[in-house]
């Protein structure tokens, strides 16, 4: 037989990237957005890598007012805090981030499609 490379298909993790990146002392911290599917055509916007000292209620409850979709926080055991909201709202959080300086616009990643 000849040498050939069998790959065997696996579940899709979105947040493997971020787990693969080490977070050392002297690395860049990094907002990621991410779109996750759900059933059909319904997805969620997740963001995370935000600095523990905002409060994500008072950014959920604005990203909620100005987009005009529900969300929640949720607690992670590995990636702490993440808001997660409903439909694809991946420009315009990352717009909203920038405009409202809470990250600038180099630290934002945003993943997915």
């Known amino acids: 037989m000849s040498e050939l490379?069998?790959?065997?298909?696996?579940?899709?993790?979105?947040?493997?990237?971020?787990?693969?990146?080490?977070?050392?002392a002297g690395s860049k911290e990094y907002v990621h957005v991410r779109i996750q599917q759900?059933?059909?055509?319904?997805?969620?916007?997740?963001?995370?890598?935000?600095?523990?000292?905002?409060?994500y209620n008072k950014i959920l409850k604005d990203l909620k007012k100005e987009?005009?979709?529900?969300?929640?926080v949720v607690q992670d055991p590995e990636l702490g805090q993440v808001i997660q909201?409903?439909?694809?709202?991946?420009?315009?959080?990352?717009t909203f981030l920038?405009?409202?300086r809470i990250v600038k616009k180099e630290h934002i990643k945003i993943h997915g499609f």
């Not at 759900?38 to 409060?55: A, D, H, I, P, Y």
């Not at 987009?67 to 929640?72: D, E, H, I, K, V």
């Open 67 to 72: 987009f005009c979709c529900n969300g929640t």
């Open 5 to 24: 490379d069998i790959q065997i298909p696996t579940t899709f993790d979105p947040f493997a990237e971020a787990n693969a990146e080490d977070s050392g």
């Open 98 to 100: 920038v405009q409202a």
């Open 85 to 94: 909201l409903q439909g694809d709202q991946r420009k315009n959080v990352s």
């Open 38 to 55: 759900r059933n059909g055509r319904k997805s969620l916007t997740t963001v995370q890598g935000l600095r523990k000292e905002f409060s």
